[in-house]
Antibody, heavy 121, light 110 residues
Framework: QVQLVESGGDVVQPGTSLRLSCAASGFTFRSYGMHWVRQAPGKGLEWVAV????????YFADSVKGRFTISRDNSKNTLYLQINGLRAEDTAVYYC??????????????WGQGTLLTVSS | QSALTQPASVSGSPGQSITISCTGT?????????VCWFQQHPGKAPKLMIY???QRPSGVSTRLSASKSGNTASLTISGLQAEDEADYYCTSFTSGSTWVFGGGTKLTVL
């Protein structure tokens, strides 16, 4: 069965950088797009970014454009989210989600359990 | 990328039906059939309940139905049960090849 396991969440200081990871199994990772979605404490879901099956196409929410980078290593079945210049408003649970399609049009078919990132001095 | 508009809360008694609306624009809901609904219980990951406007994934209760008219999507839950109490989110693909979520609706079963 599809399994997505996020890691890398931590308590970090503002202005620093962090990389989140999402290990995928139970499906042909290299054939599907992948998303990151975040949820601040007590708030709603916010779409963050999507990457196509081959990594060539990436799209970002306006709120993170320029600071966030999404990438994938299909040889390791792993998705990444690099976050630079961390801000307090980046504090959230970060979920990775498998798209049902190979590119950004794919909806969020399966979700991981999330990893908590806290930005605080 | 403005968030889709959902009511903050809805409520109903067991056995009743409720409908949650989700309003966007012609650049998202109105322009595409890539509209989904998710259920989220406290402390849990979201669960896909509806995709492509009105399609139910395998295993999702037939008490859930959904539709779209113009720039507004709707989710209806009939025969309310205690287990339906949760937060519900709509989402849509957009003209910028991005996705946008609604603010979420808290469903209370009285």
């Amino acid at each position: 069965q599809v399994q997505l396991v996020e890691s890398g969440g931590d308590v970090v200081q503002p202005g620093t950088s962090l990389r989140l990871s999402c290990a995928a199994s139970g499906f042909t990772f290299r054939s599907y797009g992948m998303h990151w979605v975040r949820q601040a404490p007590g708030k709603g879901l916010e779409w963050v970014a999507v990457i196509s099956f081959d990594g060539r196409n990436q799209y970002f929410a306006d709120s993170v454009k320029g600071r966030f980078t999404i990438s994938r290593d299909n040889s390791k079945n792993t998705l990444y989210l690099q976050i630079n210049g961390l801000r307090a408003e980046d504090t959230a649970v970060y979920y990775c989600a498998k798209a049902h399609y190979y590119d950004s049009r794919g909806y969020f078919e399966y979700w991981g359990q999330g990893t908590l990132l806290t930005v605080s001095s | 990328q403005s968030a889709l508009t959902q009511p903050a809360s809805v409520s109903g008694s067991p056995g009743q039906s409720i409908t949650i609306s989700c309003t966007g624009t012609s650049s998202d809901i109105g322009g595409y059939n890539h509209v989904c609904w998710f259920q989220q219980h406290p402390g849990k990951a979201p669960k896909l309940m509806i995709y492509d406007v009105s399609q139910r994934p395998s295993g999702v209760s037939t008490r859930l139905s959904a539709s779209k008219s113009g720039n507004t999507a709707s989710l209806t839950i009939s025969g309310l049960q205690a287990e339906d109490e949760a937060d519900y989110y709509c989402t849509s693909f957009t003209s910028g090849s991005t996705w946008v979520f609604g603010g979420g609706t808290k469903l209370t079963v009285l």
